[in-house]
C-alpha cells in the first residue's frame, strides 16, 4: 500500500539557519503530495502541495519539488524563523484524488533565536 | 482560515464514562474525517464519511463510533473510556485534496 517516510527529528537549529526535511513515498499510480504543518496546540493547515512529477510546491519561504525519479518530496527553507517551530508532516494521496491522506509520522522543529 | 470545530479542547475523564467529541464545520464539506495523533505525532485515520448517512472505519482499529446525520456535524462516541483511549484526537474535512483540520481534543482518561 501507499506509504510516506519522513525524516526523525526533533530537528533543532539557529535561525536563519537552512532547513531540509526529507521525505519519501511509496505509491502505485501518480499520488498528489503534500506538506501540513501543525503550531503548538493547533490542528493541522495545509503548507504547500504538488500534483504531477517536477511540480515545484511553496509557500511562506518552504519549497518542495514532486521528485517522481527519486519518489522524494523534500521540504526546504533557506532562513528558518522562530515561527517556523512546529511539527512538519509529509502527506501523500492516491491517483484517484481520494482526499484520504496518508501521513508520514512528523518531525518537529525547533528554531532559536 | 479555518472554519472547523471541536469541543471540548481538553477533556479529562475516568474509565468506564461514555463520551462524544463533538466537530462542526460551516464550509458545507461533504467529505469529514476523524484522526487519532499519538505522543509520537504520528496520525491515524480511525473514521471517515463521505456525506450525510455515510460512515467508513478508517486504517486504524478503533472502539469509537461515529455518526453523519447532519452535513456540519460528525460527532465521535466512546461507549466506555479507557487509559488506551488517551490520546489526541483531530477532525478534518475537505474540499478537493485540502484537508482543513480543527485544533483537536486532547482527551486523557484517568
Known amino acids: 500500500g501507499n506509504s510516506v517516510t519522513q525524516m526523525e527529528g526533533p530537528v533543532t537549529l539557529s535561525e536563519e539557519a537552512f532547513l531540509t526535511i526529507n521525505c519519501t513515498y511509496t505509491?502505485?499510480?501518480?499520488?498528489?503530495l503534500f506538506w501540513y504543518v501543525q503550531y503548538p496546540g493547533e490542528g493541522l493547515q495545509l503548507l504547500l502541495k504538488a500534483t504531477k512529477a517536477d511540480d515545484k510546491g511553496s509557500n511562506k519561504g518552504f519549497e518542495a519539488t514532486y521528485r517522481k525519479e527519486t519518489t522524494s518530496f523534500h521540504l526546504e527553507k533557506g532562513s528558518v524563523q522562530v515561527s517556523d517551530s512546529a511539527v512538519y508532516f509529509c502527506a501523500l494521496s492516491d491517483q484517484g484524488g481520494s482526499e484520504k491522506l496518508v501521513f508520514g509520522k512528523g518531525t518537529k522543529l525547533t528554531v532559536n533565536p | 482560515e479555518a472554519d472547523i470545530y471541536q469541543t471540548p479542547r481538553y477533556l479529562v475523564i475516568g474509565t468506564g464514562k461514555k463520551i462524544t467529541l463533538e466537530c462542526s464545520q460551516t464550509m458545507g464539506h461533504d467529505k469529514m474525517y476523524w484522526y487519532q495523533q499519538d505522543p509520537g505525532m504520528e496520525l491515524h485515520l480511525i473514521h471517515y464519511?463521505?456525506?450525510?448517512?455515510?460512515?467508513e472505519k478508517g486504517d486504524l482499529s478503533s472502539e469509537s463510533t461515529v455518526s453523519r446525520i447532519r452535513t456540519e456535524h460528525f460527532p465521535l462516541t466512546l461507549e466506555s473510556a479507557r487509559p488506551s483511549h488517551t490520546s489526541q484526537y483531530l477532525c478534518a474535512s475537505s474540499e478537493g485534496v485540502k484537508l482543513f483540520f480543527g485544533s483537536g481534543t486532547q482527551l486523557s482518561v484517568l
Open positions: 464519511s463521505y456525506g450525510v448517512n455515510s460512515t
Open positions: 505509491a502505485t499510480g501518480y499520488p498528489s
